[in-house]
């Protein structure tokens, strides 16, 4: 972690297995508006945008408790990953995350979500409680992903 002035910069990295094919994760994982069904604490996603996939899609997440977040998203590798950018929402100067997808074996695949956080000011213990909080977050919602899937 990186710190000058009340900036504080890290990385949040989560990882699971799915018992499925490597079509059933990506058409799972690329409907980016589809977030309610497994990114907990999700109220709903609107796409700001006409595009729905791929480079160029925009959406604004609302959740529970009314945090919107806008997301953009930068880069798409079909059926291998795609990354997206935070630009609202965050208490974040930056957010930069890639959802990545690798087939284990014909019926098994990986998932890493990963990001990288850079914070506006603040303490130390606060970035480091919202990166806890971060992860544990990308690890509860893959864990309902992979519940959603297997069921």
């Not at 990295?13 to 497994?38: E, H, M, R, V, Y």
């Not at 795609?82 to 990986?110: E, W």
């Amino acid at each position: 972690m990186v710190t000058n002035s009340g900036f504080h910069s890290g990385m949040v990295k989560k990882n699971i297995q799915i018992n499925c094919t490597l079509d059933q994760a990506w058409k799972n994982f690329s409907d980016i508006g589809g977030l309610p069904k497994w990114l907990i604490d999700v109220k709903k996603t609107i796409f700001l945008t006409k595009k729905k996939k791929g480079v160029g899609a925009i959406r604004l997440i609302t959740f529970d408790d009314g945090t919107e977040i806008e997301e953009h998203v930068v880069f798409w590798n079909e059926k291998q990953s795609f990354t997206y950018v935070a630009t609202s929402g965050l208490p974040l100067r930056a957010y930069v995350a890639t959802i990545s997808i690798k087939k284990i074996t014909p019926k098994k695949i990986g998932v890493t979500w990963q990001s990288y956080l850079n914070s506006e000011k603040m303490s130390k213990k606060q970035f480091q409680d919202f990166q806890k909080h971060m992860g544990e977050f990308y690890l509860a919602s893959l864990k309902q992903m992979k519940r959603n899937i297997e069921d």
